[in-house]
């Protein structure tokens, strides 16, 4: 006899979501699903948190695949106003992305009746039949939206970098343990062919032991210095003190505002080219060459640490050895001419007539492979290639035999596949609980820059060996007010 009795949607994965501290989170599934509706043309509904450039870039594949944005919600009312009349700001016009601009009308008339919040807590409360969250805001929000997020029952793709913090980073890898929830975090390189396909010819022992590895990205900020105690006029659209959210509250300045590359560069708010770029360009070695925690963590900037990210610096992480894998050191290197150490870089001249301005080196027994910082573009030479340069990774002849091992990303489009998983039709490639592993690496990267010395990392305990200085770094506070 078939039972009447039903539990709605939300309460049912609230409670489950509960219950996944002992018992597991269920596998969130869109709303259709649950009521036994399996059709893969299911429309999703969908809520977009922070309405600045990123998500200009995002919202139009979701519209292109027939998805409903039903919210958006930003704590500056302005944003919101302009991302739904599909207006462009000053900086969107010189860094336009030319998916979004292509798709502005449909965007406006996709946006026109989304409901507008100002706090991402409301929207919860008031939205009752959202299937997935789209998180395009600063780093410090991030965990505290992931989390209530999936305590709503929501499948949930978030911007880089995961996690502000060593222990933020624990907090989502522990929560991912108990969870089978779609999650997808935004290093959009991994989505393409060449990327996967680094992964199996790494992995392949084709390059021999990958001894180490070397990322970069030649950009720089000023020289590090301490934080404004003077303020600019707070506009009156903005919500000032839900902007800094967890971070701490300091007086406005008209420079925080926009992209990473504005709050990013002080470090309660972000954590500079490391965790921009560096989330992007590391992820690739984590994967290809699947990196435990680091054993050692150091690094050697231009300046003193003050209140922002310094003007240059090169990271190190040791690893120690892994299954049948020798021990591992990778780097990233950041500032004005950052780049591999120049001995390693012949190959790169030979095939580019330079060295790249960013990428992703790695330097094999047998052979190297190269990539941009993205991870994407790759190429490879073999020390037994007559050809000084490079060949692409889908083209050398000696990786054409090797079986393809993971499942390739339909039309390399990163949002799509995690449409697609909401819907059921695959499981996504770039889950939180590999987005975690990665923010150890950097948010220890970013324990020793404000550490001012390396440590010895002792991953199962979160503790900096022989520095107890260095917790306070680790287990950043977080203004309660702002968090669920």
Known sequence: MKSSFTVPRRSFLKSCFVAGTVYGIPQIVPSGVLRGDSTPSKRLSVAVIGCGNRSRT???????????????CDVDAEQRARLKAGRVGAYDRRTRSSDFMAGLDRAKQGLSKASEYADYRVLFDKEKSLDAVIISVGQRWHVPMIKASLRAGLAVYCEKPLAHSVAEAREVATTMKAATAITQIGTQGGATDAFRRSMEIIQSG???DVLEVHCWMDRTFPPSETISSHADPVPAELNWDAWCGPSPLHPFRVHYLGTCLNWGRWLDYGDGHLADMGAHALNLPLRALDLPAPTRVSVVSAEPVLDSYPSKNDFRWDFSTRPDSKPVSMWWHDGPGAAPPRDLCGDLMATYGRVPSDGCLFVGEKGLLFADAWGQKGVMRLKSDASPKCRGVLDH??????PVKYRRAKDQNHMKEFLDACRGEVQTFQNFAMAARSAEITTTGIVALRLGRGFEWD???????????ADRWIHLPRRGKWVV
């Open 459 to 469: 991953s199962g305990n979160l503790r900096a060996k022989g520095a107890p200085d």
């Open 397 to 402: 002849e000696a990786a054409k035999p090797l």
């Open 58 to 72: 995002l919202i139009p594949s979701i519209l292109q695949e027939g998805h409903h944005v039903a919210a958006l």
């Open 206 to 208: 084709l390059l021999g």
